[in-house]
């Protein structure tokens, strides 16, 4: 074993300052969480309870096996917009009858739980981590359908939930709906497309259109009974397959449904059937990144809290030294480690990183990405040694890597750098953020800088003088946009990460990762195209 050790004074004042900025951070999202979990607010959850219904977190809670966990993902979807914090819609990974299962439940509270452009976004993320991961799908069903105000955004690309229903269980991933109340117009069709179906007498109600629309659109005057009952879909119809007494018998008939599937995992399962947790105290996390981005901090500090006994083997240690790879165990399941060090990435760098890669792929061992970086260096030296051809060379490797992928930012995640470290067009299985981190284009200052620039040069060029207050007054604006809008709860809002963590729970989160993902098999890649040396 290679033990790390640490160099972590938690009296240091640079510690300390580093743990109160994040733990500021950690209060914002706090707060976030809270308006999210509120739903559409107390009015709305008390009428709803008031009717003998259960909450979306109280119907997953009944769900998942006793004292397991659930992850939730995109907590925060819609922070920021004209929508609810969490976006009407609850998804997460849990475990039912000890399979792994990606749930999702609408949000009843909040606007009927109707689909907006938010909750459709994070939906089909769900349904995403479901294919890639080869999760069984559980739908807790009750929506009103559309958002009509929003429909233009929502109509066309919402057609993609139903056809990757349909995906899924054409790639042998089993779908679950329990319909708790209206499933109307679109939303019918997500039991429609399901492969197990649960109604709840008196309760459930599947129809295209309810019976106002049919009496205006052909002059029947129906009831919502006969329209789409429980009853009728599971007596008439065939549309039921299950018909529940109330909701928990609901959720008793799909905890039923999940133990006979016969499901297996199809990845390997841990190399160590007991790990060790990490030698050094996860609560110190808090106070390793550094409070200012553009402070570096070394990432083995981290590694020696998230890794099986802070046991790292670390490949080419002397070259490269900006990047940090090499192996270890998380939870008992082996992995790559890639961790920025000190920000920038040079050519020796990514050279490394690509066949680290490479290795990884060889030895069909997941990869963590721990982002930490402003991108790839720029200037006439590095060019002329081949930089850009270097980056291409990492991000070939990253791009055609087929072993999974888990991606946290850190800190900072600027520039190509974002690319060549697994960002969120990479197509990680999962990607998470710490509070306190960033992601752009490039920071504040640089990127007001190059417009301040540019600027100058185009009023050079027109003979004109150039307006210094108001070049400040541009700088500022941009710098205070850029910083609103790079913030980790504001991309979060966005879906550009699958949510906000709190450091201290990063080891327990990709553990719950690493154990989804090997519901599938886990290969490397077969090849890599061609590398530009």
């Known amino acids: 074993m290679t033990t790390l050790d640490s160099a972590v004074?938690?009296?240091?004042?640079?510690?300390?300052?580093?743990?109160?900025?994040?733990?500021?951070?950690?209060?914002?999202?706090?707060?976030?969480?809270?308006?999210?979990?509120?739903?559409?607010?107390?009015?709305?959850?008390?009428?709803?309870?008031?009717?003998?219904?259960?909450?979306?977190?109280?119907?997953?809670?009944?769900?998942?096996?006793?004292?397991?966990?659930?992850?939730?993902?995109?907590?925060?979807?819609?922070?920021?917009?004209?929508?609810?914090?969490?976006?009407?819609?609850?998804?997460?990974?849990?475990?039912?009858?000890?399979?792994?299962?990606?749930?999702?439940?609408?949000?009843?509270?909040?606007?009927?739980?109707?689909?907006?452009?938010?909750?459709?976004?994070?939906?089909?993320?769900?349904?995403?981590?479901?294919?890639?991961?080869?999760?069984?799908?559980?739908?807790?069903?009750?929506?009103?359908?559309?958002?009509?105000?929003?429909?233009?955004?929502?109509?066309?690309?919402?057609?993609?939930?139903?056809?990757?229903?349909?995906?899924?269980?054409?790639?042998?991933?089993?779908?679950?709906?329990?319909?708790?109340?209206?499933?109307?117009?679109?939303?019918?069709?997500?039991?429609?497309?399901?492969?197990?179906?649960?109604?709840?007498?008196?309760?459930?109600?599947?129809?295209?259109?309810?019976?106002?629309?049919?009496?205006?659109?052909?002059?029947?005057?129906?009831?919502?009974?006969?329209?789409?009952?429980?009853?009728?879909?599971?007596?008439?119809s065939g549309l039921a397959d299950y018909l529940a007494a109330d909701e928990r018998d609901g959720i008793r008939l799909a905890r039923q449904c999940v133990r006979r599937l016969n499901w297996r995992k199809q990845g390997p399962s841990p190399r160590t059937a007991v790990p060790q947790p990490p030698k050094y105290d996860p609560e110190e996390l808090l106070g390793i990144t550094s409070a200012d981005l553009k402070v570096p901090f070394d990432p083995r500090e981290v590694l020696a809290r998230i890794l099986d006994g802070s046991d790292f083997d670390e490949f080419k240690p002397a070259y490269g030294d900006a990047l940090v790879t090499g192996w270890g165990e998380l939870h008992g399941y082996p992995v790559g480690v890639l961790a920025n060090a000190r920000g920038v990435l040079f050519s020796a760098e990514a050279q490394k990183a690509a066949q680290f890669i490479q290795l990884a792929n060889t030895s069909d061992t997941p990869l963590i990405f721990l982002q930490n970086t402003t991108g790839y260096m720029v200037g006439t030296e590095y060019e002329q040694r081949g930089i850009i051809k270097h980056g291409a060379l990492m991000i070939n490797a990253v791009s055609n890597s087929t072993v999974p992928h888990l991606t946290v930012n850190l800190g900072a995640s600027y520039g190509a750098g974002n690319y060549g470290m697994c960002g969120r067009a990479y197509e990680p299985r999962f990607l998470f953020t710490w509070p306190n981190a960033k992601s752009a284009v490039m920071g504040p200052a640089q990127l007001a800088g190059v417009l301040s620039i540019v600027a100058r040069q185009a009023a050079a060029a027109r003979g004109r003088d150039y307006d210094e207050d108001s070049d400040a007054a541009m700088r500022l604006m941009v710098e205070q946009q850029i910083e609103s809008q790079s913030g980790a709860l504001f991309l979060s809002g966005r879906l550009y990460d699958d949510g906000v963590i709190d450091p201290r729970d990063t080891r327990t989160v990709l553990g719950l990762c690493l154990s989804a993902i090997h519901n599938g098999p886990v290969k490397g890649a077969d090849g890599f195209g061609v590398f530009r040396m």
């Not at 109160?20 to 999210?36: G, H, S």
């Not at 990974?93 to 009843?108: F, K, M, R, Y």
């Open 9 to 236: 004074d938690p009296s240091a004042p640079s510690y300390l300052a580093n743990r109160a900025a994040l733990l500021e951070r950690l209060t914002e999202l706090d707060a976030a969480l809270d308006q999210a979990r509120a739903g559409g607010g107390e009015k709305y959850v008390t009428r709803h309870h008031a009717r003998g219904k259960l909450l979306p977190r109280e119907r997953i809670e009944l769900l998942v096996d006793a004292d397991s966990p659930f992850l939730e993902l995109s907590p925060v979807a819609a922070y920021g917009s004209d929508f609810p914090v969490g976006a009407s819609v609850v998804t997460g990974i849990g475990v039912v009858e000890g399979v792994e299962c990606l749930i999702v439940a609408n949000d009843p509270t909040v606007r009927g739980g109707a689909v907006n452009p938010w909750s459709l976004a994070k939906t089909r993320r769900a349904g995403e981590i479901a294919l890639a991961n080869r999760l069984p799908m559980v739908n807790l069903v009750e929506s009103a359908g559309a958002d009509l105000p929003t429909q233009a955004e929502i109509f066309i690309p919402g057609g993609r939930v139903f056809r990757d229903l349909t995906r899924l269980s054409a790639a042998g991933i089993p779908t679950v709906s329990v319909v708790f109340g209206n499933a109307t117009a679109g939303g019918a069709y997500v039991p429609g497309m399901s492969d197990h179906v649960i109604m709840i007498r008196d309760r459930s109600q599947v129809y295209l259109a309810g019976p106002p629309l049919v009496k205006m659109a052909t002059g029947e005057v129906t009831d919502d009974e006969s329209l789409g009952g429980a009853a009728m879909h599971a007596g008439t």
